[in-house]
């Protein structure tokens, strides 16, 4: 029986949240009078939607990153180095290649750190520490919850 009450109130957070999305998508058409006058019934308040960049204009501003010596073109090393400057942080040794060692040194790094026995082996207990450290932020179940999530009073 719960498993019901539980999804049809997931199919009303579902609809509440596709309602008030498809508000935050229709905007209020606006007569263009040919000039612009205050508006201060809405000073101080966010805007309903940000503003999004045009694809071309990103990839004006992306060729833009690349273009180092703004010369409108982009060259091959002009390309790659992004590329060289993570391959130099990863050469330790600085001779020009990468060895298993410096391609995975984080890896032996955390692995040493893990085995506390010096065995050369990690043991399971020494293998859960390995584990990566997971973020506790809450899921969107949760803020569909009451009293829980982004909206919750926090007491403050």
């Not at 010096?118 to 803020?143: M, Y």
């Amino acid at each position: 029986m719960w498993r019901y009450l539980a999804g049809a109130f997931g199919a009303l957070c579902l609809i509440g949240a596709a309602s008030l999305w498809n508000q935050g998508r229709a905007g209020p058409v606006v007569p263009d009078t040919g000039h612009q006058s205050p508006d201060f019934s809405l000073a101080g308040a966010a805007p309903a939607r940000s503003p999004e960049a045009s694809p071309q204009s990103r990839e004006q501003r992306r060729f833009k990153r690349y273009d180092r010596d703004r010369n409108g073109q982009v060259s091959r090393g002009e390309y790659l180095l992004g590329r060289e400057k993570a391959f130099a942080k990863l050469d330790l040794n600085h001779d020009g290649r990468l060895s298993l060692d410096e391609y995975a040194a984080k890896a032996v790094t955390k692995f040493t750190l893990a085995d506390a026995d010096r065995s050369g082996n990690l043991a399971p207990k020494e293998f859960a520490t390995t584990a990566v450290k997971r973020n506790d932020a809450p899921t969107r179940a949760d803020n569909c919850q009451p009293g829980r999530g982004a909206l919750a009073d926090d007491g403050a």
